[in-house]
């Protein structure tokens, strides 16, 4: 069975500085998997790589075998909060509703049922009261439900997250991780650029440790150690346990 993701000697620059460099690996079917590493590290500029929304020096990626474009249709993707222009005049329902797009023909409008699924989603990451608010009108926690809400109504097999924890309330921030666990459960595949190390082992089931080069991809348990920590962060890094007692790296 093919991978979810597999990447091949990737290098990645910016005005001829690598920004990633030969990064090559697979990633597990089924699983929500962090990827974790300084600022800076390449983190997002992986993603995007992935998605083709940037051009890579070398290397290549394939999604199930193919390409992203071949493949796009299975594949969810949640960008940044501040990537997005909140200020476009739409509502909340019309945006989930995007989410369906690739079920569509050709200049097909959405069907009654296209936004009966959206408004679903909706109800899902509980906006559906907000259905008809502007996007711009919604706070920063209602905003990302509402990205969530159109990677849900995709319905796609692999779902991409760029920091979807950033800028959110505990409230929000426990509403998301259950959905993705809800995804993970109906054997899709959630790919998460993450940020709070506190909770690293709490949500995810594998790890891609990043810094600019690929440090280590495998089990959370096996790589969420001092040892990887140091060689991925460098200097120190001060986490709290599994005990919630501070832990320095040095």
């Not at 500085?17 to 090559?24: A, E, G, R, T």
């Not at 991409?160 to 959110?168: A, K, Q």
């Not at 969420?224 to 460098?234: A, S, W």
């Amino acid at each position: 069975m093919k991978s979810p993701i597999s990447v091949r000697n990737l290098t990645v620059a910016y005005q001829k500085k690598p920004v990633l460099q030969n990064i090559s690996f697979d990633i597990p079917e089924g699983e929500l998997i962090g990827i974790i590493g300084p600022n800076g590290a390449g983190k997002s500029t992986l993603i995007k790589s992935i998605l083709e929304l940037i051009p890579s020096v070398t290397g290549e990626v394939e999604i199930y075998g193919g390409t992203y474009k071949d493949k796009r249709k299975i594949v969810g993707y949640v960008p940044q909060r501040e990537s997005v222009d909140w200020d476009f005049p739409t509502n909340a329902l019309d945006v989930v509703t995007m989410g369906r797009y690739g079920h569509l023909g050709w200049f097909k409008r959405p069907s009654s049922k296209d936004k009966q699924i959206a408004m679903d989603c909706l109800e899902k990451v509980g906006m559906e009261a907000f259905a008809h608010r502007q996007i711009s009108q919604l706070s920063g926690g209602q905003q990302q439900r509402v990205f969530l809400a159109r990677a849900l109504a995709q319905d796609a097999q692999l779902y991409i997250m760029d920091e979807p924890f950033v800028g959110v309330d505990a409230a929000t921030e426990k509403a998301i991780i259950i959905l993705l666990n809800d995804l993970k459960n109906q054997g899709k595949t959630v790919l998460v650029v993450h940020h709070d190390l506190n909770t690293v082992k709490e949500y995810f089931d594998s790890l891609i440790l990043l810094n600019v080069n690929l440090i280590a991809v495998g089990p959370t348990e096996e790589l969420f150690t001092k040892e990887y920590l140091q060689k991925t962060y460098g200097g120190k890094l001060t986490m709290l346990d599994s005990n919630s007692s501070p832990m320095v790296i040095s």
